[in-house]
């Protein structure tokens, strides 16, 4: 099972080590204990959202970045985990449409989708 606090973390633990700092330094400057970012990094604790604006504030990261590359793995994971699915009886599947719908011209779709990249434009599209 794919945990979101797990992958949120990993996202912030790689945020931060990018930029070369400590856990003290951005737990400093979150206002948060080190031990709770620490386990907040390692996906133990599930943060507020509240603390992860502080977290985002002292990494110099916009929240939605950081939600926005959650969401991207969230999306690979699930689609590696999609042979599970089969498994599921059919009456319990969600419906997936098998292109973009009638009456949305493909440039709007992919301005829907600007900025995202390539792999996720590629799983929306099949």
Wanted: aromatic residues 4%; charged residues 30%.
């Amino acid at each position: 099972m794919i945990l979101l606090r797990q992958l949120l973390g990993d996202v912030l633990r790689r945020l931060r080590m990018r930029q070369n700092r400590t856990l003290r330094e951005v737990s400093t400057l979150a206002r948060v204990s080190l031990g709770y970012l620490s386990e907040v990094e390692r996906g133990q604790k599930e943060a507020s959202s509240e603390l992860l604006a502080s977290i985002c504030g002292a990494l110099g990261v916009p929240l939605s970045q950081v939600l926005r590359e959650v969401s991207d793995q969230f999306a690979l994971a699930e689609l590696q985990a999609a042979p599970v699915l089969a498994d599921v009886p059919e009456r319990e599947r969600l419906p997936i449409p098998e292109s973009v719908p009638a009456g949305i011209p493909d440039t709007e779709f992919d301005e829907d989708f600007r900025g995202y990249s390539p792999e996720v434009k590629d799983m929306v599209a099949a």
